[in-house]
């Protein structure tokens, strides 16, 4: 009997180091393949804290990529017994800092996607939490028995492994920043229809609220519903209207896809029922944007005026910063307006361009794959 309970022992704490490196393999590997991606979400939660952290979204991507390598790290040695000591110390270091981190971020909620798995696996704050809390019992559970896991290989071995680990995690993401990543989990895929996605069925549900009004009499402020308000009581004066979202209705893959000319005329229907090929430059901030990158942009946009296609140079920036950079770039193609959160979505690359035809993505390229 005690023999089995050791060997089911055994078996629990080898379940429990996989499915801690498991966790922390899929959590890495998502996010260095998709470093700009990763540092958007940095720079969200950098931006929501303010002060000091606002003055660091300038370091995001590094950081984002030596995150992503960290966890890659620290799974892969799990999973392979490598260095399992000072491996489970770092992880141990890593979710303290993680796991309170969390917690705020779930109860504050300052950003609704915590991005803890990219765009592969999107869950909520405190779901987030609770992934951590789970993971942190996985991980005393390792560091109480650590001495009962046995190494697969040798010292110096275990060196090597740490080492191409860490390599394998930072040239995933060079690799995915200098071009795209590797498997798109944004919405704007290749052969995808926008048009299609942005469709939304003549019974699809609605988004559903509580609607509540706050009135004063005397001094004392009450809060009535649409039901019970004072409509006919001139005693009562109305002070506010509070709205609460109850349940969330159906929203299409593709909701906030919009292009507007200088006049800001909406032009997006135009530009997806195009039945020839049409170039999107996407360009989110022309202050960020590849110089080079625009240079090469050029000569598709000049091949496009001889083919006969549309060409688009898609941005958010403001019509200032626009003709700046035209001047300091001597472009020609014009330039139209999207919403940048938009464009980051759309592909992972300043500049980058989209091919379509007839709404449908033919091909995405980073600027420096340009043909």
């Excluded at 429990?16 to 393999?25: L, P």
């Excluded at 009135?215 to 402020?221: A, F, H, S």
């Excluded at 110089?291 to 496009?304: F, P, V």
């Excluded at 035209?326 to 020609?332: F, L, Q």
Aim: net charge neutral; charged share 20%; aromatic share 12%.
């Amino acid at each position: 009997m005690n023999k089995s309970l050791q060997v089911a022992g055994s078996v629990s704490l080898e379940i429990s180091r996989i499915v801690f490196g498991a966790v922390f393999v899929f959590s890495g590997f998502v996010k260095a393949i998709d470093p700009l991606g990763f540092s958007y979400k940095i720079e969200d939660y950098l931006r929501t804290f303010g002060g000091f952290f606002e003055s660091l979204a300038d370091y995001a991507l590094p950081v984002a990529i030596a995150l992503s390598a960290l966890e890659l790290l620290i799974g892969l040695n799990m999973i392979l017994k490598v260095h399992l000591n000072s491996t489970s110390i770092i992880a141990l270091l890593f979710m303290m800092v993680m796991t309170p981190l969390t917690l705020y971020i779930a109860v504050k909620n300052p950003v609704t996607d915590c991005g803890c798995f990219g765009d592969a696996l999107i869950i909520s704050n405190w779901a987030t939490f609770g992934k951590n809390i789970v993971l942190f019992g996985l991980l005393i559970l390792i560091l109480i028995y650590k001495i009962k896991f046995k190494p697969y290989w040798s010292s110096k071995i275990q060196i090597l492994s740490a080492l191409v680990f860490i390599l394998i995690g930072i040239s995933l993401s060079v690799s995915s920043f200098m071009h795209l990543p590797m498997k798109d989990f944004l919405p704007y895929k290749v052969g995808l229809n926008i048009t299609k996605a942005m469709e939304i069925p003549d019974n699809a549900t609605k988004d559903q609220y509580q609607t509540t009004f706050i009135y004063e009499r005397e001094g004392e402020q009450r809060e009535f519903t649409l039901e019970n308000y004072p409509k006919n009581d001139s005693t009562w004066i109305f002070v506010d209207q509070k709205s609460k979202l109850l349940k969330k209705g159906f929203m299409p893959l593709i909701h906030d896809f919009s292009i507007v000319n200088e006049k800001f005329d909406d032009i997006t229907q135009e530009v997806l029922a195009f039945p020839g090929k049409t170039y999107l430059l996407i360009m989110y901030d022309v202050d960020d944007a590849s110089t080079k990158g625009a240079e090469k942009a050029e000569i598709i946009y000049q091949k496009a005026l001889k083919n006969g296609d549309k060409f688009y140079a898609l941005t958010g920036s403001s019509d200032t910063e626009v003709q700046k950079f035209v001047d300091k770039t001597g472009v020609t193609y014009p330039f139209w307006k999207t919403d940048p959160t938009t464009l980051k979505t759309m592909i992972r690359a300043n500049p980058g361009i989209v091919l379509l035809q007839q709404g449908t993505i033919l091909k995405k390229m980073n600027w420096r794959d340009f043909e």
